[in-house]
């Protein structure tokens, strides 16, 4: 390849790369990579600057504005910046900072380096008014109603003494526990798991609907304070004063007075930013006096006065000495690798997640390799490459199982899924325990005095069979169980049924009987149908019977829904045994009917028209309202969609709401309208 081939190549993909992380929130290769094929592009472009592209990535900030929403200018541009992962590259920075300031005393401000997507809240007289990307650094997505569902960002400032206009800027993130309920949960209903907590971040500030974003529950960390006129002297001020406004400000940042201290909070953050609630994938250094930062100023895509020390993804090797084929409650066959143990990131690693067969294909992993292990963004570690150096004779090929590790049913593969399944969902074990514990669990039928090897106990001596039964126990039958568990390191648990626990037991399936229609929909664990989805459509339906008799363009029809779990319940409702279990579940005296007062109808002028309020009305309260919209045969929508026909403005409406309506041409009307329109 010739210099100038290798440019336009290297260009191409990285721009690509860009796109693909920007665009779509995806990472086609790791950060690393892309670091260093950024670093080769450079160093040819300076040796070949007659080759330079007009569209290279080393001179712009990488991502862009998307159609979906309205771009807008930034006051101050917002530019990357400049990256290593050595220390001499650090030692180097500060050798242009110290000539760049001719020997003139400085401090650095070091900060973790959050990885997340970066965002810009803009605020008038105290207001948030505007929230925005990055974009292409010039212009960016206004993104302001997502924002708006970010508890920790303040839609108003109280303190008097911020300046009129000012920026602030953070870095938005999900943190890592919310990550992993969303995984789970995800997992539960048999949806895709996300791929990594930046990348979940960066998809769902991009989502439309405000009201799926509030779902998840975002949070950002503020790092910069912009406003025309100095207030400040220091970046180290506007930090605390950030703080004392009310801002998240994450409190690991250190002023450090020279590169050693520097090299000393990098050292100490290591393993330690581990512990941390969200993924961080470096350390920022910045210059902390503002008139320094000036006198240092910017290239065309980062300050001068700032750079990111990048940690290497944590990595260690070990040996891939078996794997595990676990078997979750849809049948998904995940497989676990079993390793030697080692040392990662300060804990010890002995799994590893493989995801599926494509992976392992990908990886060209074979049992007894010596494998990496990386710990990123994510609690569990993953293995991502193989030491092909280490391998001998003793590696042989995986045989991924051609039948359930569980149930000896053959497995199959769903036509554009990753997983392979096991189809035996009512005899499977493993299926029907997870079945269980999906019943069991807050969320569903609250009966959680059951787990802990309780439901598994029940199951093994035959008590029960599908959740039905459990309303068919006796204190009789329970009284005196015991089994001795194993766990892995070769610990006894004894799990027994005495009679205080039984009691607890009985009196907890007793109350679940109370549990809402959506919550029983929930604990039936029917694929793609979590929490909300099973309110929506209990909302919808008001009772099972209605539901179970749905044809497929009724359900598809149901906000929110949609053809696949509109699919899957009535696949799920046309099983005759499904039947038999809803048939027990209400003769054991379930809710399979919304508790919805009972309408008492006035009139039909709102017929097939679907509503929403916002603030607050003269002639009725909330619950008023709402009855009356029932009352006149109108329905009531939870968010604004282009399902809906009328927004009601009432005194202090919400402002996302009325942009939302704009935005989506849904018609507004105040109390007398409404009032009009029911002909009252
Ligand atoms: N894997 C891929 O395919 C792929 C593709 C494109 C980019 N990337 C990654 O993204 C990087 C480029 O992104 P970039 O231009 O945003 O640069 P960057 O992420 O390396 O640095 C700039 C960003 O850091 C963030 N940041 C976090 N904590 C901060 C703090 N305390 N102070 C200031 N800023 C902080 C801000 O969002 C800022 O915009 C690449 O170096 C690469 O690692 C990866
Ligand atoms: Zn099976």
């Not at 294909?361 to 990496?372: A, I, N, P, S």
């Not at 053809?563 to 039947?579: G, K, M, Y």
């Amino acid at each position: 390849m010739t210099p100038q081939q290798h440019i336009i190549e290297l260009t191409d993909r990285l721009n690509r790369y860009n796109y693909q992380y920007y665009q779509n929130s995806i990472s086609e290769v790791d950060d690393y990579t892309f670091d260093q094929l950024l670093q080769e592009l450079t160093k040819l472009e300076k040796q070949y600057p007659e080759y330079v592209r007009p569209d290279s990535p080393t001179a712009r900030v990488g991502g862009t504005v998307s159609k979906e929403f309205a771009s807008v200018y930034h006051r101050f541009p917002m530019l990357s910046l400049g990256n290593t992962y050595s220390e001499e590259d650090l030692i180097e920075f500060d050798n242009r900072v110290r000539k760049g300031l001719r020997d003139e005393p400085f401090e650095y401000i070091c900060e973790l380096k959050f990885d997340g997507v970066a965002l810009s809240m803009t605020y008038e007289n105290g207001l948030l008014v505007q929230g925005a990307t990055r974009g292409d650094g010039v212009r960016g997505d206004d993104i302001t109603n997502n924002i708006r569902t970010i508890r920790t960002i303040p839609l108003r400032v109280h303190d008097t003494s911020v300046p009129p206009l000012f920026e602030v800027r953070g870095e938005g993130f999900l943190p890592l526990a919310e990550f992993e309920r969303i995984n789970k949960e995800r997992d539960d209903i048999g949806e895709p798991l996300l791929a990594n907590p930046r990348n979940a971040a960066s998809g769902t500030f991009k989502q439309q609907n405000s009201a799926a974003v509030a779902q998840r529950r975002l949070d950002c960390y503020l790092y910069s304070f912009l406003s025309e006129e100095t207030i400040f002297q220091t970046h180290e001020d506007s930090l605390i004063a950030m703080k004392n406004w009310g801002f998240n400000v994450s409190p690991t940042w250190r002023k450090c007075a020279d590169i050693r201290e520097v090299m000393l909070y990098i050292n100490e953050w290591d393993t330690k930013r581990f512990d941390l609630p969200l993924g961080t994938d470096g350390i920022v250094v910045k210059v902390n006096r503002y008139d320094q930062q000036r006198e240092l100023g910017f290239t065309a895509k980062s300050p001068r006065w700032a750079i990111a020390f990048k940690y290497k993804a944590q990595a260690a090797s070990t040996t891939l000495n078996g794997i595990q084929y676990q078997v979750g409650r849809t049948g998904a066959v995940t497989p676990v690798a079993m390793l030697t143990p080692v040392l990662l990131a300060g804990t010890v690693v002995k799994r590893a997640s493989l995801h599926n067969a494509n992976e392992i294909e990908r990886l060209g992993v074979m049992m007894h390799d010596t494998v990496f292990v990386e710990k990123g963004g994510e609690i569990i570690p993953k293995i991502t490459g193989v030491d092909l150096t280490k391998r001998t004779d003793a590696s042989q090929p995986i045989r991924y199982p051609t039948e359930c590790p569980a149930c000896g049913t053959p497995l199959v593969r769903r036509e554009k899924e990753a997983h392979f399944y096991c189809p035996n969902e009512k005899g499977c074990p493993p299926q029907r325990q997870a079945r269980f514990e999906h019943f069991i669990q807050r969320r569903a039928m609250n009966i959680e005095s059951l787990g802990e090897g309780k439901i598994e106990l029940l199951i093994d001596r035959r008590l029960v069979l599908t959740p039905a039964d459990l309303y068919d126990l006796t204190a009789d039958q329970l009284l005196g169980i015991e089994k001795i568990f194993m766990d892995e390191a070769g610990k006894k648990r004894i799990v027994s049924f005495r009679e205080k626990t039984v009691e607890n037991i009985l009196t907890a399936i007793e109350r679940s009987k109370a549990q809402p229609f959506s919550n029983v929909l929930f604990a039936l664990g029917i694929r793609y149908v979590g929490n909300t989805t099973a309110e929506r459509v209990t909302d919808y339906f008001g009772s099972m019977d209605a539901l179970m008799h749905a044809p497929f363009e009724t359900l598809a029809n149901v906000p929110d829904v949609g053809p696949r779990i509109a699919q899957s319940l009535a696949d799920w409702f046309a099983d005759a045994d499904n039947r038999v279990y809803i048939e027990r579940l209400q003769a054991a005296g379930l809710q399979l009917v919304t508790d919805r007062k009972e309408v008492v109808r006035e009139g039909d002028a709102l017929t097939d028209k679907t509503f929403l309020y916002t603030g607050t009305f003269v002639n009725f309260s909330r619950e008023e309202l709402e009855a009356k919209i029932a009352a006149h045969g109108g329905r009531l929508l939870s968010g604004i969609s282009k399902k809906l026909n009328y927004l009601i403005i009432g005194e202090n409406a919400g402002p996302s709401k009325i942009a939302k309506a704009e935005k989506l041409n849904v018609p507004m009307i105040g109390e007398d309208e409404f009032v009009a329109m029911m002909g009252e």
